[in-house]
Every structure is written in C-alpha cells, then in structure tokens.
C-alpha cells in the first residue's frame, strides 16, 4: 500500500526542540516536492515547509521561518522537520504531503495520518 508514514511527534517544553519524520512506503519521495502541514482542530490547516527534490531550495511560513527547518535524505528516502524554539501556537497535528505547489501550498498528492505536537510548559 502507498502511504506517507510520519513520526518523531511528542510532547515539549516552550523554548524546546522536536524533530519529525516522514517516509514514503511503498514509493521514494526523492522525486517529489514535500511539505509539512499542520492542523488545529476548528482552524483551516497550514502549509508549514516545503522541500524541492532537486536542488532542495525550501519555504517556510513566516510563522515559523528562522525556527523550522525541513531537509532531506535521499539515502534514506525521507524529509525531516526540525524543529526549535517551540511555543504553544506550535501545537497541532502535522502532517507531511507530496503533491504540492510550495507558493501557494496548494496540495493533491499523498497525505500523512500525522504526528500530534503538544507544546505545553
């Protein structure tokens, strides 16, 4: 079965740093745009990162530029989101997807099942 698997979500400390995982199974994300959503219960969800497969060039919400920072292994066939500096608005489900336009976080490829980050002192 093709799915995106995420993890590496978790509970943090304000000020802390988490990292998070998203693999392809059953497929290699090497050769697709990948980007990091997350949701909040009641709130639309929000493009977060997003990564190009070939030179890596990346964005970033402003929300969480300078403090996320989404990368890639090839060898492994996974996209990374480290993240710093957590505060409270960090806390949502996150999710990794392909099939993205990293301007305008349209998104109409696969999508992951999410990893819950809790934010909370």
């Known amino acids: 079965q093709v799915k995106l698997v995420e993890s590496g979500g978790g509970v943090a400390r304000p000020g802390e740093s988490l990292t998070l995982s998203c693999a392809g199974s059953?497929?290699?994300?090497?050769?697709?745009?990948v980007a990091w959503f997350r949701q909040i219960p009641g709130k639309e969800r929000e493009g977060v990162a997003c990564?190009?497969?070939?030179?890596?060039?990346?964005n970033y919400a402003p929300a969480v530029e300078g403090r996320f920072t989404i990368s890639r292994d090839n060898a492994a066939g996974s996209v990374f989101l480290q993240m710093s500096s957590l505060n409270p608005e960090d806390t949502a489900v996150y999710h990794c997807a392909t099939g993205v336009d990293c301007d305008t976080w349209k998104q109409w490829g696969y999508w992951g099942q999410g990893t819950q980050v809790t934010v909370s002192s």
């Open positions: 990564i190009r497969p070939s030179r890596g060039e990346t």
């Open positions: 059953g497929f290699s994300l090497n050769y697709y745009i």
